[in-house]
């Protein structure tokens, strides 16, 4: 196996003792960031997002992958050039108003920033004002929302109707997930649906076009 199959195979087996070694391994041979990055962590990471699609990989798992990605990451990162990372897009990302849930929300996160894209995640328990705000500053090509109880999918519609209300973001593509919101929800909120982190990462590239 050679050192980029190895990173790789550490991201989908979440090594994460490991990685930091191979990492420098392959730096100091001479392989750029962005190769290490690219055909070695990613590539990882694609087919973590494979496996969990499949049920081949559960949440923690997955979970461990994403943290391996981040340690290898640090190496990385301080190396990386401008131009380097072709970015998605950019995602503003938030658990609403009165929902403290945030471990999906998190790993909808990792998933999509594995999948190269850039994503300010607001935390858990954002008003609809402190998404819009978020808007207007960061300007993404998508807003993610996530809610568990059923009481705050009403968070959710009252941010959504905030954010078609205003002429500056009226038009941003809206992503809802989490166990009470549906397909049909969704559609009435005048936003999108999908259900786990992986569909998440698919529906998010095919917003983006
Ligand atoms: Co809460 N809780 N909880 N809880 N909790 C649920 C959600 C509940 C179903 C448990 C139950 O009664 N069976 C129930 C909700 C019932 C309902 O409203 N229909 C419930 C309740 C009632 C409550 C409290 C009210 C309990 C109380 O205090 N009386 C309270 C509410 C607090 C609040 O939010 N204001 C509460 C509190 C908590 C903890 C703080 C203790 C903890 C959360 C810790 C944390 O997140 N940091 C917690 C937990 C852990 C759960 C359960 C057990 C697990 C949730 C979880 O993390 N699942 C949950 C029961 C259950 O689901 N079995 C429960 C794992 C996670 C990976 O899955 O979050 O579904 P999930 O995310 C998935 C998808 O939904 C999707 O992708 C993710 C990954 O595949 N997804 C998206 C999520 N967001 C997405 C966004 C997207 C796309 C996909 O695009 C933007």
């Known amino acids: 196996m050679d050192i980029l199959e190895t990173i790789a195979n550490d991201v989908v087996e979440g090594e994460m003792d490991e990685i930091t070694d191979h990492v ?7 392989l750029e960031a962005k190769t290490v990055l690219d055909d070695g962590m990613l590539k990882g990471m694609n087919t973590v997002g494979e496996l969990f699609k499949e049920g081949e990989m559960f949440v923690p798992e997955v979970l461990m992958s994403a943290k391996t990605m981040d340690e290898g990451m640090q190496l990385i990162k301080p190396l990386l050039k401008e131009g380097d990372v072709t970015k998605a897009g950019v995602i503003v990302m938030a658990t609403v108003k009165g ?12 998933m999509l920033e594995g999948a190269g894209f850039e994503v300010y995640d607001l935390g858990v328990d954002v008003t ?6 978020a808007v207007k500053e960061k300007k993404p090509d998508i807003v993610g929302m996530s809610a568990m109880l059923t009481t705050t999918m009403l968070s959710m519609q009252d941010t959504c109707a905030m954010l078609r209300q205003d002429a500056v973001t009226k038009d941003v593509k809206i992503m809802i997930g989490g166990a009470p919101a549906n397909p049909d929800v969704a559609t009435e909120m005048g936003a999108n649906y999908s259900a786990d982190a992986s569909a998440a990462v698919d529906l998010a590239v095919s917003l983006i076009g």
């Open 128 to 133: 609809p004002e402190a998404i819009s705000e």
């Open 99 to 110: 929902d403290l849930h945030d471990i999906g929300k998190k790993l909808v996160c990792m």
């Open 24 to 30: 420098q391994e392959a730096l100091d041979s001479g």
